[in-house]
């Protein structure tokens, strides 16, 4: 099998890298070693000829051969580019430069982001196993122009988990389960005990056991925060529009977007370099604005002097929805923190949003009966926004029209007619919210969508983050974990999130620790500033190590 030449091969030419935040470690005849690289440093050594592109792409084959299809099998990578080495191979003699500042760097995409090659893009679905894209996405061919070396498709959560309710994160019906590369076990139903987040879980997990430079994901609503969390990764959920989302397989185009995922802050903004532009097939992007160089901003001095808002107040409980409901670990996580930000020179403002109760209220959700058969909620309404699922139907049918071929799903109801002809493949938890969204009109002209978006960012946005910024003149929000997922994404805000510390335990149930993220969340275009906040924050703490099952495989790279 071609995976173990791989192994074989990154033996003799392992390529290595230092670990994160760590002086490099470069071998006598030159070679540095992969597993914990970054982005940055890959493209010094590029530069500096101690490495090229094929050693670079054997080197993450390998690992994906020892740590993903073998080892812990964390079943991150649903397929590997076919013309990944032959790509890199045309780059072996091209240096990174501000032309092309990724070149010879193997990047994993979700497998919801189109290549127009011979790649799949499934969103994880039985229904799509045969799709391809008609072309590149926006974000695939501007990886491509940078350089970037595709090195194939992340497992995610099935259709980014708006196909079933309670669908555990990084399941799909096609990829399988992704595990948390952290705390692998899964329990009776194979299901992970440590869940990976969702639903860029592949694309997190990947990141994180180093099987590639860094991962593109997506978000509607923590899709980016949730697995970045989990699996102790840097990722930028940016403003709607920064990034064109033109080729993504959708959920709703009000609060879609695509964002990195990375082993530091650094790396987040090289990649904000490349991916943030206007694109004429998105017109959310026309509005954008970004600046010249995102790395411009990075400083690690960059939180003296900011004013950060952490929405906690324990003398109005009613309105402490982020913190007072945390475990006691992620709550001593997030006091070290704050703590942290405070000793930087940060000023931190403790009071509530006054909005959170309000969100996701009367009006803005619809009723769907779960008919999850594993859910512990079976038969029982649960709520989901109206937006996604009036948006959803809409949105993909446009998707399958415009990009998908060797397919013969044309709409949504001819994948909703698959599922059921093909219940026992694919409809392990059902899709309820799939029938739910297939009855709705897909023009987005019923009265309840308009007036349930109207809520949404009336909530999130002019009584919710606007009004808590400029009443305490802040910088930014400080949010544990993926807990300010909804509000940001509603209003369509971008967020910076760093791994802040671990936890450990589910419930009852003990477990090996694994990683809490801090977010940054501010508003509309504001990304160097939090770029700026998190990084500073990122060199105070340094709270990010590897996990523990997925060491180099050269002997001679050391963690």
């Given at each position: 099998?071609?995976?173990?030449?791989?192994?074989?091969?990154?033996?003799?030419?392992?390529?290595?890298?230092?670990?994160?935040?760590?002086?490099?470690?470069?071998?006598?005849?030159?070679?540095?070693?992969?597993?914990?690289?970054?982005?940055?440093?890959?493209?010094?050594?590029?530069?500096?000829?101690?490495?090229?592109?094929?050693?670079?792409?054997?080197?993450?084959?390998?690992?994906?051969?020892?740590?993903?299809?073998?080892?812990?099998?964390?079943?991150?990578?649903?397929?590997?580019?076919?013309?990944?080495?032959?790509?890199?191979?045309?780059?072996?003699?091209?240096?990174?430069?501000?032309?092309?500042?990724?070149?010879?760097?193997?990047?994993?995409?979700?497998?919801?982001?189109?290549?127009?090659?011979?790649?799949?893009?499934?969103?994880?679905?039985?229904?799509?196993?045969?799709?391809?894209?008609?072309?590149?996405?926006?974000?695939?061919?501007?990886?491509?122009?940078?350089?970037?070396?595709?090195?194939?498709?992340?497992?995610?959560?099935?259709?980014?988990?708006?196909?079933?309710?309670?669908?555990?994160?990084?399941?799909?019906?096609?990829?399988?389960?992704?595990?948390?590369?952290?705390?692998?076990?899964?329990?009776?139903?194979?299901?992970?005990?440590?869940?990976?987040?969702?639903?860029?879980?592949?694309?997190?997990?990947?990141?994180?056991?180093?099987?590639?430079?860094?991962?593109?994901?997506?978000?509607?609503?923590?899709?980016?925060?949730?697995?970045?969390?989990?699996?102790?990764?840097?990722?930028?959920?940016?403003?709607?529009?920064?990034?064109?989302?033109?080729?993504?397989?959708?959920?709703?185009?009000?609060?879609?977007?695509?964002?990195?995922?990375?082993?530091?802050?650094?790396?987040?903004?090289?990649?904000?370099?490349?991916?943030?532009?206007?694109?004429?097939?998105?017109?959310?992007?026309?509005?954008?604005?970004?600046?010249?160089?995102?790395?411009?901003?990075?400083?690690?001095?960059?939180?003296?002097?900011?004013?950060?808002?952490?929405?906690?107040?324990?003398?109005?409980?009613?309105?402490?929805?982020?913190?007072?409901?945390?475990?006691?670990?992620?709550?001593?996580?997030?006091?070290?923190?704050?703590?942290?930000?405070?000793?930087?020179?940060?000023?931190?403002?403790?009071?509530?949003?006054?909005?959170?109760?309000?969100?996701?209220?009367?009006?803005?959700?619809?009723?769907?009966?779960?008919?999850?058969?594993?859910?512990?909620?079976?038969?029982?309404?649960?709520?989901?926004?109206?937006?996604?699922?009036?948006?959803?139907?809409?949105?993909?049918?446009?998707?399958?029209?415009?990009?998908?071929?060797?397919?013969?799903?044309?709409?949504?109801?001819?994948?909703?007619?698959?599922?059921?002809?093909?219940?026992?493949?694919?409809?392990?938890?059902?899709?309820?919210?799939?029938?739910?969204?297939?009855?709705?009109?897909?023009?987005?002209?019923?009265?309840?969508?308009?007036?349930?978006?109207?809520?949404?960012?009336?909530?999130?946005?002019?009584?919710?983050?606007?009004?808590?910024?400029?009443?305490?003149?802040?910088?930014?929000?400080?949010?544990?974990?993926?807990?300010?997922?909804?509000?940001?994404?509603?209003?369509?805000?971008?967020?910076?999130?760093?791994?802040?510390?671990?936890?450990?335990?589910?419930?009852?149930?003990?477990?090996?620790?694994?990683?809490?993220?801090?977010?940054?969340?501010?508003?509309?275009?504001?990304?160097?500033?939090?770029l700026r906040l998190a990084y500073a924050f990122e060199q105070a703490t340094k709270a990010r190590r590897m996990p523990p099952g997925v060491p180099p495989l050269d002997p001679g790279c050391t963690r």
């Amino acid at each position: 099998m071609i995976f173990r030449s791989y192994i074989a091969m990154s033996i003799i030419a392992c390529i290595a890298l230092a670990p994160i935040l760590a002086a490099p470690v470069v071998h006598a005849e030159g070679n540095v070693c992969v597993e914990n690289a970054t982005i940055s440093e890959l493209q010094e050594a590029l530069a500096a000829g101690r490495t090229n592109a094929t050693e670079l792409t054997r080197a993450y084959l390998a690992r994906i051969a020892a740590y993903d299809r073998a080892g812990p099998g964390l079943n991150a990578v649903r397929e590997i580019n076919p013309d990944a080495l032959a790509i890199a191979a045309k780059l072996d003699k091209t240096k990174p430069d501000k032309r092309r500042p990724l070149a010879g760097i193997p990047i994993l995409l979700k497998d919801n982001i189109a290549t127009g090659d011979a790649q799949h893009t499934t969103a994880g679905s039985l229904a799509l196993e045969d799709a391809r894209a008609k072309r590149d996405a926006t974000v695939t061919a501007r990886l491509r122009r940078a350089g970037a070396v595709i090195l194939g498709k992340a497992n995610l959560t099935e259709f980014a988990n708006i196909l079933a309710v309670g669908m555990p994160s990084g399941y799909s019906s096609l990829g399988g389960q992704v595990r948390n590369p952290y705390a692998t076990e899964l329990d009776d139903k194979g299901v992970p005990i440590v869940l990976t987040g969702g639903s860029s879980a592949g694309s997190a997990v990947a990141t994180a056991a180093g099987l590639a430079a860094a991962a593109i994901g997506t978000e509607t609503s923590g899709s980016l925060l949730s697995p970045a969390s989990q699996n102790g990764v840097v990722t930028v959920k940016p403003t709607v529009g920064l990034i064109s989302r033109a080729g993504i397989v959708p959920i709703a185009a009000s609060q879609d977007t695509a964002g990195p995922m990375t082993r530091t802050v650094r790396d987040a903004a090289i990649l904000l370099n490349v991916l943030a532009a206007p694109d004429p097939r998105d017109p959310a992007t026309q509005q954008q604005k970004r600046p010249a160089d995102y790395t411009s901003f990075l400083d690690k001095d960059g939180l003296r002097g900011a004013r950060i808002g952490v929405p906690s107040d324990s003398a109005d409980p009613g309105n402490d929805v982020y913190y007072r409901p945390l475990p006691p670990r992620a709550a001593t996580v997030m006091r070290a923190a704050i703590a942290a930000l405070e000793a930087a020179g940060a000023t931190i403002v403790r009071a509530n949003i006054p909005t959170p109760g309000w969100i996701g209220g009367p009006g803005t959700e619809i009723a769907i009966l779960n008919r999850n058969p594993e859910s512990p909620n079976k038969n029982q309404v649960q709520r989901l926004p109206i937006v996604f699922v009036y948006e959803l139907k809409h949105d993909l049918n446009v998707y399958l029209r415009d990009w998908a071929k060797g397919t013969k799903m044309r709409n949504m109801a001819d994948i909703v007619a698959f599922n059921q002809a093909n219940a026992a493949r694919a409809l392990r938890f059902g899709q309820d919210i799939f029938l739910a969204a297939n009855e709705t009109r897909g023009d987005l002209s019923e009265a309840e969508y308009i007036s349930a978006r109207r809520l949404d960012l009336r909530h999130s946005r002019k009584f919710g983050l606007d009004a808590y910024m400029d009443r305490h003149k802040l910088d930014a929000v400080l949010f544990p974990g993926t807990t300010g997922a909804s509000i940001a994404a509603k209003a369509g805000y971008p967020s910076v999130q760093v791994p802040a510390g671990f936890v450990a335990g589910i419930g009852q149930k003990q477990t090996p620790d694994y990683p809490y993220g801090a977010t940054f969340t501010g508003r509309a275009w504001n990304e160097p500033t939090l770029l700026r906040l998190a990084y500073a924050f990122e060199q105070a703490t340094k709270a990010r190590r590897m996990p523990p099952g997925v060491p180099p495989l050269d002997p001679g790279c050391t963690r």
